[in-house]
């Protein structure tokens, strides 16, 4: 159950390093961008905005899905099975509802490159929600890494 709870910082860690950003992110290092390079700063902007907003939807979602693998595991453990498959059904819902809220923020993006990235993750979460138990660091780590290269 530590384990659980130790992916579940990561989780909500990787996801909120890998959105942050400055508020000096404008195009040219600060400086008003030009009429000419008005579509940059959309472009910019949008990134922006769709990188704080997925690492809001993956924080929540991952503390659902979280929450419920852990119900999973100590409904296991006191050798409930019927708390145990309510709680694995609540897990793979919740961890297929983050894919599918990823992809929608993924549908918002105007960079190619962002896009890809939470389309990524998406399937990885979806992938995910075939064996919830399995969730760990690495796998984390992985469906994140794209979203933190972009957003970081």
Do not use: H, Y
């Not at 030009?34 to 990188?51: F, L, P, Q, R, V």
């Not at 852990?70 to 059904?89: H, N, S, Y």
């Amino acid at each position: 159950m530590r384990r659980l709870l130790s992916v579940a910082a990561l989780a909500a860690a990787l996801f909120a390093a890998g959105c942050g950003g400055s508020d000096n992110d404008s195009p040219g290092g600060g400086t008003t961008p030009t009429t000419g390079a008005s579509a940059t700063a959309d472009a910019s902007a949008n990134t922006k905005e769709i990188c704080a907003s997925s690492e809001k939807v993956a924080s929540e979602g991952l503390a659902t899905v979280l929450t419920e693998v852990t119900k999973l595991v100590a409904a296991e453990a006191a050798g409930d099975k019927a708390k145990a498959d309510a709680a694995r059904t609540a897990a793979e819902s919740a961890a297929t509802k983050l894919a599918s809220d990823i992809r929608a923020e993924a549908a918002k993006a105007t960079d190619t490159q962002l896009k890809t990235a939470l389309e990524t993750a998406a399937t990885q979460f979806e992938a995910m929600s075939k064996d919830v138990k399995s969730i760990d660091e690495q796998k984390l780590r992985a469906a994140s890494a794209g979203v933190t290269a972009i957003c970081g």
